[in-house]
């Protein structure tokens, strides 16, 4: 899979993505378990739009993203706006050498493109090393519901001015996976001719238990699981689960 020219589009397709709703999660989270530290560690941070959410708030905020292209687009904006935030180029499940921070998050869904499970129980792993004692552990994902019933065989598409896309969604190999085909046409500002390009993502899921599972034989206590980034039990109809996890 490769960003190279995702990663200037990103931002358009995720404007409506609920970044002060993570936002909120994480100061409300950090507050009612005690922590009083601000370093945070944004895993999967793609263009650094929460990461520099996060240092505009005034975290102590390093980013990852497996992308170089993504942590190029993440830079430019950090400078930008005259903030200095290191950002790495890591695989999240190879995790090494970056300190140890007061919670660690991986938002949006990152975690759902490891398509191994070994994947994700070395990511947990890494996450724990990189965890002070006592710090958090946030991350959401999608449930098996929205894999089956909102994105499967479905297709969504937005005709934007600058930006338009046609996103058909088709059932992956692995139980609970999605294959997103997407097609991109993005306009020429000297041009005004539409260019295309395609990308082809994958996502898979797995029952919310073994995320518990996985979470607790890497050492950590998860201490709650939120439904739609409400403080709210989940149900059947629940789209994105919210965990959080201590050391």
């Not at 660690?104 to 890494?126: A, G, P, Q, W």
């Not at 958090?136 to 338009?164: C, P, Q």
């Not at 201490?223 to 996890?245: G, H, K, N, Q, Y």
Request: aromatic content about 14%; hydrophobic content about 40%.
């Amino acid at each position: 899979m490769t960003y190279e020219r995702f990663a200037y589009v990103y931002d358009e397709l995720m404007k409506d993505a609920p970044y002060e709703k993570w936002l909120m999660i994480l100061t409300a989270k950090l507050e009612q378990y005690g922590i009083g530290g601000r370093k945070v560690l944004d895993l999967a941070c793609g263009t650094g739009e929460m990461t520099v959410e996060l240092a505009q708030h005034g975290f102590e905020v390093t980013g990852v993203d497996l992308s170089d292209e993504m942590l190029l687009v993440a830079n430019e904006k950090a400078v930008k706006l005259g903030l200095s935030i290191p950002l790495f180029q890591q695989n999240m499940a190879e995790l090494e050498g970056l300190g140890q921070f007061d919670c660690v998050t991986i938002f949006c869904d990152s975690l759902n493109y490891l398509r191994d499970e070994e994947d994700i129980v070395k990511t947990f792993s890494r996450v724990h090393e990189h965890l002070k004692d006592g710090g958090l552990f946030l991350f959401d994902i999608h449930s098996i519901y929205k894999m089956e019933e909102i994105f499967r065989n479905n297709t969504f598409a937005v005709n934007g001015e600058e930006v338009s896309y046609i996103w058909d969604c088709f059932p992956g190999e692995e139980p609970y996976s999605v294959e997103h085909d997407l097609s991109f046409f993005v306009r020429d500002d000297e041009s005004g001719l539409y260019d295309r390009f395609d990308e082809l993502h994958y996502q898979r899921t797995y029952p919310f238990e073994q995320y518990k599972n996985w979470l607790e034989q890497a050492g950590f206590t998860v201490s709650e699981i939120l439904a739609d980034l409400e403080e709210a039990p989940l149900v059947t109809e629940t789209e994105r689960i919210l965990f959080v996890a201590s050391k």
